[in-house]
């Protein structure tokens, strides 16, 4: 068998030795959002379970509603620590309570639930006692705010490295490769190669869809997710000027109101002069949704300030059907109606990948796509993590010896182009290689403990 080159040994464990660092560290973390994330496919479904008592009503015979301003009325009536309602959702369909968005006078945050055909209270729901909210919660941000989201961001980062130098390792060098060993795990050749195999050949399988979750995740978050969207609207591809209907301040849509991640960054148009006007009814505002034609999943997010308009937004299981919406608040006039056939070619790749991502596009099947992601995930990961205590000497972590990157021009040039694209991922090159100088470099202990 011809031998590899010492060059291309010494690339090989320097690939390996940075996917052996990066998983170690990392893979707490990424354990915990494949685990968070494949609950959260089914969020629907959980949360129809375990609230169902807010979420479930009965229609009467003539199917007759309450307008929504009876609705909030006696919201207000039921519910006395009410200070403020702040959004309305129609019933989805004839089954559905109808939910109004409300602060407390505690400070809190909740919902309203409203039965549309009685007009009574179903109950209150507080934000923080929502199960899926703080999932996503631990799921999007580790529960920790800034902070957590770039820990998570910069952790999907360095998957994606992981991804990339993973399928360089296990590609097979083999003029003629066999089957079993690169796409079916051997299972007769004892257990040190069983694992090895149960770690790298899901993980060969599972890698396009893994990327694909990966960077559709990262769209959420507050460093990348941010410069992805400022880049599309700054190309031409994020909402376009025809949408105006007048002069649009810098205010956000994301600052005023849940939206699909294409309208976060729509600015809000201002409502008309408010001397001498009252503001329109919400009954008239949901007939403008009604008549407009939205997918009846939107949300009416009332104004914040006097020169605020109504914002309605609709973000459902299917891209096609997302929508923004701005209604001024005393005239009734439709300001600006942004709909996913208005988005930039970008923006609807986007669109249509969260809802992949979220498991909402294609149903069950796209659910069951993602539980098979994730599950493969934790399998890789544990996989991984019992091939390195199987064979870790006791004398270091049992990474391949340290070798200087600046002889591998391929591999450097690599490496800068994912510090380039993923910024964060460049930040903690330079701790790494901080830590190794002043650090590692100096001390014999840990020089030979890290093999360095």
Known sequence: MKTDPPRSLKRYGTVWRWHFYAGLIIAPILLLLAITGGIYLFKGTIEASIYSEYYDVRPNQDGVTYPPSELIANALTAHEEIETVTSYSPSEEATRSVAIGASFEDGASGTVFMNPYTGESLGVLLDQNRVMERLIELH????????????????????????????????????????????????????????????????????????????TGMLWTGFWGNGVQHLATSTGQGYPPSIWVGDAPQSLTEDVAESAWAAQKLPVPLSGNAQGYEQVSIDDVVTTGLHRELHPSYTVYFPRSETGSFTLSA????????????????????????????????????????????????????QLFGLLI?????????????????????????????????????????????????????LSLLVVFLLDVFLIQKNKRLKAFFHA
């Open 140 to 215: 999007s941000e580790l529960m920790l705010g800034t902070f957590g989201d770039r820990v998570v961001e910069l952790t999907a980062s360095w998957t994606i490295i992981l991804i990339a130098s993973g399928l360089y390792l296990w590609w097979p060098r083999r003029s003629k490769p066999t089957l079993y060993g690169v796409w079916l795990p051997r299972v007769r050749k004892g257990k040190r190669v069983l694992v090895r195999d149960l770690h790298a050949v899901p993980a060969a399988w599972l890698s396009i869809g893994l990327l694909f979750f990966v960077l």
């Open 315 to 366: 973000f459902p299981d299917q891209a096609r059907d997302e929508a923004t919406m701005y209604v001024d608040q005393y005239t009734g006039a439709v300001l600006a109606d942004y709909r996913y056939d208005d988005y930039g070619l970008v923006g609807k790749w986007m669109a249509t990948g969260i809802t992949i991502h979220k498991g909402l596009e294609f149903g069950l099947l796209n």
């Open 374 to 426: 994730c599950i493969g995930l934790v399998g890789i990961i544990v996989s991984g993590f019992f091939l390195w205590r199987r064979r870790k000497p006791q004398q270091h972590m049992g990474a391949p010896k340290a070798h200087s990157i600046r002889h591998n021009r391929a591999l450097l040039v690599i490496l800068l182009l994912f510090a380039v694209v993923f910024p964060l991922v460049a």
